[in-house]
């Protein structure tokens, strides 16, 4: 029985008529204010805007909130895909089992470090690690062995300081296996909430268990993990209904075991070959309602992060900085070995999960967030400090992690400007960074901290943090 999210009652509500008016839009904008979310039933009510002005008004909302909570940072990092293997059909998804033209591929460990070399050379510290839910004769230990290749790799550049993952369900006991290794948030998405919708695109292999999927991240907090991501491919079912979804599962995390999950991610549904439902999705999302999806879960859930991928393209990354994102990936590619052969992305077919709408490579992404006023971020100071799960969210809700994020956000800048970026970046950059310190931060004590740090950096030193 599913006892986290009410079909039925999701689908009554989203059919009742709901009277907008500017006073009532006002007030619940108002207490979003508080720092503390809002209800159920205030957002459907925001879910109902179509007022431009009111969307401003929301959009703005959004804006104040995450630059609150967060400051005016992104924090970024590149998807390492080690695997398109997968036993499931998925009717959306190019790794899909039936996809015969598909290249498949599982990387060694020697690939996997080469990846990782690529990486720390281009200037990245935080990767996503992913893969097909099918592995090698391995097994499970083909992840754990991958997850420690990673690690390992040590480079004159740096090496990668946190690594997330995003690979197939787990039973409690192997959650246990995986929670023995040094990985930050376990991220898992359920594609679509919306049971008969999912049971229709999901035709065979494990996936198609609905519960089983749902009952995920249970599972991982019962095995003591701290952080856990989830999301929504949003296109597949009403975009509407998928919020209130997300919001459910929220709720129960937090009835359940105290917190919610450390991250929402929002992707579209994309091209993908091999899958003429993704040319066509059931339910497409326009930009506009890309933009109100965002802001909404923003302000629902103020004090979780919020991650935008490559699929959307330049101008819409630069329109989700201001709504609420938190976090980016760049430079990206979305098959095995694709950063030793960045040109294996094309033609179709050569074992990537999805087309890219953002095929920038790192310091060109960089250089437009700078000229627009964001710090990136590559910290990962809380993970190592041990500021997880129940520690962050303490910070996280009343505002207070930007106290730390902010500074170190601006140490890890200082060390790709010293290591990675070109004459223009670099003098753009650490002006930005001196802007910051003087408009942002409020004690001097506090600013004096940060140069001092940012002046070590440029002396050599590597891993600065608060």
């Known amino acids: 029985m599913n006892k986290i999210i009410n079909?039925?009652?999701l689908l009554k509500e989203l059919e009742e008529d709901i009277q907008i008016s500017t006073s009532k839009i006002d007030e619940i904008l108002a207490k979003a204010k508080e720092?503390?979310?809002?209800?159920?039933?205030e957002v459907l009510t925001l879910l109902k805007i179509e007022d431009k002005e009111l969307l401003n008004c929301l959009y703005e909302t959004a804006k104040w909130i995450k630059q609150e909570i967060y400051g005016k940072r992104l924090v970024l990092f590149a998807p390492?895909?080690?695997?398109?293997?997968?036993?499931?059909?998925c009717l959306y998804c190019a790794f899909r089992r039936a996809n015969k033209k598909l290249i498949r591929k599982a990387l060694s460990q020697e690939e996997i470090r080469e990846e990782v070399e690529i990486l720390l050379s281009q200037g990245h510290k935080r990767v996503l690690l992913v893969a097909g839910e099918a592995y090698t004769d391995e097994g499970l230990n083909y992840i754990f062995n991958s997850i420690e290749s990673v690690y390992r790799v040590k480079t004159d550049k740096g090496n990668i300081r946190r690594l997330n993952?995003?690979?197939?369900?787990?039973?409690?006991?192997?959650f246990k296996e995986l929670n023995k290794y040094s990985i930050g948030t376990y991220q898992l998405f359920?594609?679509?909430?919306?049971?008969?919708?999912?049971?229709?695109l999901h035709i065979g292999g494990p996936k198609t268990d609905y519960l089983y999927r749902l009952e995920t991240m249970d599972r991982a907090l019962k095995a003591g993990l701290k952080d856990v991501g989830i999301g929504v491919l949003f296109g597949l079912y009403d975009w509407r209904y998928e919020i209130l979804a997300i919001l459910?599962?929220?709720?129960?995390?937090?009835?359940?075991?105290?917190l919610g999950p450390h991250t929402i991610s929002v992707p579209r549904l994309e091209p993908a070959f091999g899958s003429e439902i993704s040319y066509k999705p059931p339910f497409p999302v326009?930009?506009?309602?890309?933009?109100?999806?965002?802001?909404?879960?923003?302000?629902?859930?103020?004090?979780?992060?919020?991650?935008?991928?490559?699929?959307?393209?330049?101008?819409?990354?630069?329109?989700?900085?201001t709504l609420g994102i938190s976090q980016i990936s760049a430079g990206s590619r979305t098959n095995p070995g694709g950063y030793k052969h960045p040109d294996s992305e094309t033609p179709e077919g050569m074992g990537s999960q999805f087309s890219l709408g953002d095929i920038r490579p790192l310091q060109d992404v960089i250089k437009d967030i700078v000229v627009h006023g964001y710090i990136p971020s590559f910290c990962t100071a809380c993970y190592r400090l041990g500021r997880v799960g129940k520690d962050f969210m303490d910070l996280a809700k009343p505002g207070l992690i930007k106290l730390h994020c902010l500074p170190n956000a601006m140490t890890t800048f200082a060390e790709y400007l010293e290591d990675f970026a070109d004459e223009e970046l670099k003098k753009n950059g650490f002006n930005l960074i001196e802007k910051m310190i003087e408009k942002d931060v409020a004690k001097?004590?506090?600013?004096?901290?940060?140069?001092?740090?940012?002046?070590?950096?440029?002396?050599?030193?590597?891993?600065?943090?608060?």
Do not use: W
Request: with cysteine; charged share 30%.
């Open 7 to 9: 079909n039925n009652k």
């Open 35 to 41: 720092l503390r979310g809002i209800s159920h039933n």
């Open 80 to 89: 390492l895909y080690i695997s398109n293997l997968c036993k499931n059909e």
């Open 165 to 174: 993952v995003n690979i197939a369900p787990l039973s409690v006991e192997e």
């Open 190 to 200: 359920q594609e679509t909430y919306h049971e008969e919708t999912y049971k229709k």
């Open 248 to 258: 459910s599962h929220i709720n129960h995390l937090e009835e359940n075991f105290g």
């Open 286 to 321: 326009c930009d506009e309602d890309f933009k109100k999806i965002i802001a909404v879960l923003r302000i629902a859930v103020p004090y979780t992060g919020i991650i935008l991928s490559t699929r959307e393209n330049e101008q819409m990354r630069r329109d989700a900085f």
């Open 444 to 466: 001097d004590e506090t600013k004096n901290k940060i140069r001092k740090m940012i002046q070590e950096v440029k002396s050599g030193k590597r891993d600065m943090y608060i």
